[in-house]
């Protein structure tokens, strides 16, 4: 019973509202706070380190739902692994480098293109006439040079990464390392045939090649290499891409190039582990396409961020490098709302709230049942004291009697102090409580025990709080 009036009590009621409030709330929070993803990065000396600071500082400042945690490595073979081994949530990845086994596409940051370019009168325009030739390239990287050798490779040709002195051997090229300030005098003195640069055609620095290139032509224009059957060698090597570059791409007049240039390259793309959920993978890409235009007055690379081409959202999916189904979802203008986002979450919460309160309801009906119930026993208890109290004779039992009536006052005043229970319940305890105190005073005192109906209905009525006063019959009634 103890344990029953604790229940009960009001301070408990409050406690359970705090409780269900602190609990609405720490969901609310919950649900509303940011979501902090690592992003692995690389290259060091690439644009992407900068594009992807530029992005994070501009989720920090808009007060997004997400956060980027970014964390650079050298190379993106460090980048991947990095994804691979769950130590990032996101990462910048070359696929032709390396391809981890759960990242699925995000965005393209840049898409590159392997140009090679050399002065018209060279006549270098097919694979097969690089055979013996010197390339000079400007930034060496691992990646651009295994590139360019599976290239070559293709046509039947070997690379050779450092110049040796002399003639070359019959089927072999040279790649000749050199600053882009040294460029110049390496074609005038033709050191090197032409120049090679796996990189994004509409980026500065290519133009600033290719102008290098068309400055040491006497006709001012420039030949590119053009691979034949691009389709074909991406069929081969799935993780490059056919690239054409237009008409015009390096100036107008005279044009360079005369006409459209088809050759292969690759990209470096934002991926995500496949485990990442739909809805953050399908924010993360929008706020990075939302974000581009300010980013792009941070960082130039922020222009070259584009969405992936696909026919289809099955095609999206099944690709030979799969799109994020998030991703797809952003492009298709299909993201999930906060209903859909938890849908499954509110109807849990229903569902066991309406148990929880059904209940709670329960139990509160069967304490207010075991009250009345205790109370009506306390009841049947003090009329039965009171037939004892009439048929007894022993001052000591009569005292015995005296003090159980206290006790029995004293646990129903408290019960009514809790919680007071229907008003004829406490009544009619309050008057067997009179009857039985009254009876066995009037046997102590007198030493008899008789007693009448109207001075047991006129008896003194306890006053203590919960108890209401039950009726006095008036005089004469019967």
Known sequence: MKFAGLLVR????????AVLLGLGAATAYWISRATVLTIAVAPKDGTEPALIQAYADALARRHKEIRLKVVA?????????????????????????????????????????????????????????????RLAILAHRDADQALIKAMVGHYGLTLLDKDPEGPLPPRHVALVEMSEAELPAALARKRVDAVV????????????????????????????????????????????????????????????????????????????????????????????????????????????????????????????LPIHPGAVDFFEREQQGFIERYETWIYLVAFLGGGIGSAVAWIG?????????????????????????????????????AREIDDLAGEIAKHALERPTEARTMSAAAIAIDAARSTVKRTIAAGQYTTDAPELAGARRRTAPGFPEAPTPERGEP
């Open 365 to 401: 009906q069967r304490l207010s049942r075991l009250r009345r119930e205790r109370i009506e026993e306390a009841t049947d208890r003090l009329l039965q004291i009171r037939q004892e109290a009439q048929a007894s004779a022993d001052p000591p039992r009569l005292e015995h009697l």
């Open 197 to 320: 640069s796996v990189i994004s055609p509409t980026a500065p620095t290519a133009q600033r090649i290719v102008g290098i290139v068309q400055a040491a032509s006497k006709t001012r224009k420039v030949a590119f290499v053009t691979v034949e059957n691009a389709d074909a060698i991406v069929a081969r090597l799935p993780r490059l891409q056919s690239v054409t570059m237009p008409a015009e791409t390096f100036g107008g007049s005279p044009k360079v190039p005369a006409e459209d240039v088809h050759t292969v390259g690759a990209s470096y793309r934002l991926m995500a582990r496949a485990g990442l959920s739909r809805p953050v993978a399908a924010d993360v890409t929008q706020h990075l396409f939302e974000l581009r235009s300010g980013m792009a007055n941070v960082t130039a690379a922020a222009d070259y961020v584009q969405a992936p081409s696909y026919d289809s959202t099955a095609g999206a999916t099944s690709a030979r």
């Open 10 to 17: 009001r301070e408990f009621v409050f406690l359970l509202l």
């Open 73 to 133: 490595f050298v190379d993106v073979r460090d980048s991947a692994a990095a994804l691979q081994d769950g130590r990032a949530d996101l990462a910048v990845v070359r696929p032709d480098v390396d391809l981890p086994d759960n990242g699925l596409t995000l965005a393209i940051l840049r898409d590159q293109a392997m140009i090679i370019a050399s002065p018209e009168p060279s006549g270098l325009t097919s694979f097969p006439e690089l055979d013996r030739k």
